[in-house]
């Protein structure tokens, strides 16, 4: 019982947060005029078990965007982010480290409701991966693609700073060994408008 009357009150809070966002800004305001630049920091989680053998779960991920206005609230975006571990090999544990540069293209559209902009998005990445340990050095790269969601939060109508939070899973497998590099990011970014 006590379940259903939280997600009650999560829902009229929702509710009320979106009714008071609407009536704040019109709808036809982008929060995005002609483009963002963006610094961002995250948690990114690989989907691949032989991973978690290796090497510490989680990890902090770190980035740069920018993203231009084509049409209306849809935009186009480009992220170039960097991820690094270091672990132990399953049998000798000997040191390994590993070192992702990920490059996303994709688009979204961005629901203008005010202060509270949600989006959705989806796109191509490229994979530059680097793995040093004593079996030997990989250095390669792999396409994959991606689908994300979050929103922008503005501090003031006026003020061309916002809070970027979002959700993004991708898939991009390395050719060596068929190995999962892509997984969740949770991350959290200052944008600049422009």
């Given at each position: 019982?006590?379940r259903?009357?939280d ?13 008071l966002n ?9 929060p ?26 989680g ?8 993203s ?29 480290k590993?070192?992702?540069?990920p490059?996303?293209?994709?688009g ?51 003020l061309?700073l ?33």
């Amino acid at each position: 019982m006590a379940r259903k009357i939280d997600k009650r009150k999560g829902l009229v809070l929702l509710l009320a947060i979106f009714t008071l966002n609407a009536l704040t800004f019109s709808q036809t305001e982008r929060p995005i005029r002609q483009g963002s630049l963006e610094l961002f920091v995250g948690s990114y989680s690989m989907n691949e078990p032989r991973f978690n053998e290796v090497y510490p779960k989680g990890g902090l991920m770190a980035g740069l965007g920018l993203s231009a206005a084509i049409a209306s609230n849809f935009n186009i975006y480009l992220e170039a982010k960097y991820y690094n571990r270091t672990g132990k090999l399953t049998f000798s544990q000997e040191e390994t480290k590993l070192a992702l540069i990920p490059i996303s293209l994709g688009g979204r559209y961005i629901f203008p409701l005010g202060l509270f902009n949600p989006y959705v998005g989806a796109g191509a990445d490229l994979y530059f991966y680097y793995e040093k340990n004593p079996i030997g050095d990989v250095l390669n790269h792999t396409a994959g693609y991606h689908i994300m969601g979050g929103a922008y939060i503005r501090f003031l109508k006026t003020l061309p700073l916002m809070l970027n939070l979002k959700l993004k899973y991708t898939m991009a497998k390395a050719t060596e060994k068929d190995v999962q590099l892509g997984g969740f990011e949770y991350a959290a970014g200052l944008v600049f408008a422009f």
